[in-house]
């Protein structure tokens, strides 16, 4: 089994979620392997976590310019950890908008072949087959790559576990003198006003259209989603009519997200809203007009006036579990 490279993601000393979710996907096609890419001391802070999480080797690219550089640290430790590796049988970033400029950057130097935004990967006998969703959800694309693949992966997609390990370490040489970079001169940390989930990355999201109607009655949203813990997401046209914050917009031009559950209140189901919450699990959908389109894709769908229905499900769900 050949290693496959996964760009392991930290932010404030800690591991990101997907890179667990990255390492689960890479156990299944090889050798699990993580580059990680930071200020000097960042492989003494994160190798073990790596390890924890699988990563059979992890390949350490330390450089003071590491985390003041946009896309360019990322790229020279990957070119550097494909050429150490010796037998890479592919390369997984996640589909963040950083990563697919990563992925593409690579693919370009390394004459690779690029994979954008899979929601499962398999290996098989024509090598590794990455799945995506085009046109919105509507088709279903099957594509594998005649060279290394580099393939970026939607968050929250893949899920499993692998075995801790005592990983190796190998420390990667990395030169960013005269890089071509955008330069990070600041960074303002911004306090979340909320403690729920992430929406990109939340097991559950609750959504809300403009079947809300007012900011005042979107906030049945965000009590629905109190109450099963997710984070809260909406259309455009609820965005547009400021029922809620443009970083809550999920699709095409929004975020793309795929968590376990997806409920969506009073949101029709244009193609380029499905285009980025069709690949949720169990999709629930309430809205009054029973020719919607967004229950063609829904696994549970209740038709009916969503002021009735919401606060009934609230009650239901807290009572159950009071239980
Ligand atoms: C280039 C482009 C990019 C776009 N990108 C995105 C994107 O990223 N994300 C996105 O969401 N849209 C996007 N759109 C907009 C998209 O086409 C739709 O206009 C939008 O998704 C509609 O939002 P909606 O479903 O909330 O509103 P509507 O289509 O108006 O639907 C409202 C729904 O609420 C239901 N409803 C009303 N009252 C109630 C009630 N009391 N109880 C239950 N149900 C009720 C209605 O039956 C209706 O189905 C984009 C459009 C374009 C052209």
């Given at each position: 089994?050949?290693?496959?490279?996964?760009?392991?993601?930290?932010?404030?000393?800690?591991?990101?979620?997907?890179?667990?979710?990255?390492l689960?996907?890479?156990?299944?096609?090889?050798?699990?392997?993580?580059?990680?890419?930071?200020?000097?001391?960042?492989?003494?802070a994160?190798?073990?976590?790596?390890?924890?999480?699988?990563?059979?080797?992890?390949?350490?690219?330390?450089a003071?310019?590491?985390?003041?550089?946009?896309?360019?640290?990322?790229?020279?430790?990957?070119?550097?950890?494909?050429?150490?590796?010796?037998?890479?049988?592919?390369?997984?970033?996640?589909?963040?908008?950083?990563?697919?400029?990563?992925?593409?950057?690579?693919?370009?130097?390394?004459?690779?072949?690029?994979?954008?935004?899979?929601?499962?990967?398999?290996s098989?006998?024509?090598?590794?087959?990455?799945?995506?969703?085009?046109?919105?959800?509507?088709?279903?694309?099957?594509?594998a790559?005649?060279?290394?693949?580099?393939?970026?992966?939607?968050?929250?997609?893949?899920?499993?576990?692998?075995?801790?390990?005592?990983?190796?370490?190998?420390?990667?040489?990395?030169?960013?003198?005269?890089?071509?970079?955008a330069?990070?001169?600041?960074?303002?940390?911004?306090?979340?006003?909320?403690?729920?989930?992430?929406l990109?990355?939340a097991?559950?999201?609750?959504?809300?259209?403009?079947?809300?109607?007012?900011?005042?009655?979107?906030?049945?949203v965000?009590?629905?989603?109190?109450?099963?813990?997710?984070?809260?997401?909406?259309?455009?046209?609820?965005?547009?009519?400021?029922?809620?914050?443009?970083?809550r917009?999920?699709?095409?031009?929004?975020?793309?997200?795929?968590?376990?559950?997806?409920?969506?209140?009073?949101?029709?189901?244009?193609?380029?809203?499905?285009?980025?919450?069709?690949?949720?699990?169990?999709?629930?959908?309430?809205?009054?007009?029973?020719?919607?389109?967004l229950?063609?894709?829904?696994?549970?769908g209740?038709?009916?006036?969503?002021?009735?229905?919401?606060?009934?499900?609230?009650?239901?769900?807290?009572?159950?579990?009071?239980?």
């Amino acid at each position: 089994m050949g290693q496959i490279l996964v760009l392991a993601e930290h932010s404030q000393g800690t591991l990101t979620a997907v890179t667990g979710e990255l390492l689960a996907a890479a156990a299944r096609l090889g050798e699990p392997s993580a580059v990680l890419v930071g200020r000097p001391g960042t492989g003494d802070a994160l190798v073990a976590a790596l390890g924890a999480l699988g990563a059979q080797r992890v390949y350490v690219a330390e450089a003071d310019e590491a985390e003041t550089l946009l896309i360019t640290p990322a790229v020279a430790a990957l070119e550097a950890a494909v050429a150490a590796a010796g037998a890479v049988e592919g390369v997984l970033i996640t589909a963040s908008i950083a990563g697919r400029e990563i992925a593409a950057r690579l693919s370009v130097r390394l004459a690779a072949g690029l994979i954008n935004d899979a929601v499962d990967i398999e290996s098989t006998d024509d090598g590794i087959v990455a799945t995506m969703q085009a046109l919105g959800g509507a088709y279903i694309v099957r594509a594998a790559a005649k060279s290394l693949p580099v393939v970026t992966i939607r968050p929250h997609s893949i899920a499993g576990t692998v075995p801790a390990t005592e990983p190796e370490r190998v420390d990667l040489a990395i030169s960013l003198n005269g890089a071509h970079a955008a330069q990070i001169t600041a960074v303002h940390a911004e306090t979340a006003a909320t403690d729920r989930p992430d929406l990109m990355s939340a097991s559950v999201v609750v959504s809300g259209g403009r079947g809300l109607g007012s900011r005042e009655n979107f906030t049945l949203v965000e009590q629905l989603a109190d109450v099963f813990g997710a984070a809260v997401g909406a259309s455009r046209a609820a965005v547009d009519a400021d029922y809620c914050d443009h970083n809550r917009q999920v699709g095409q031009t929004g975020v793309t997200v795929s968590p376990d559950l997806y409920i969506a209140l009073g949101i029709s189901g244009a193609i380029q809203h499905r285009a980025g919450m069709q690949s949720a699990k169990t999709i629930v959908v309430i809205n009054k007009d029973a020719d919607a389109p967004l229950f063609e894709v829904a696994d549970f769908g209740v038709v009916g006036d969503l002021f009735t229905v919401v606060p009934q499900l609230i009650e239901a769900v807290r009572t159950r579990r009071q239980a």
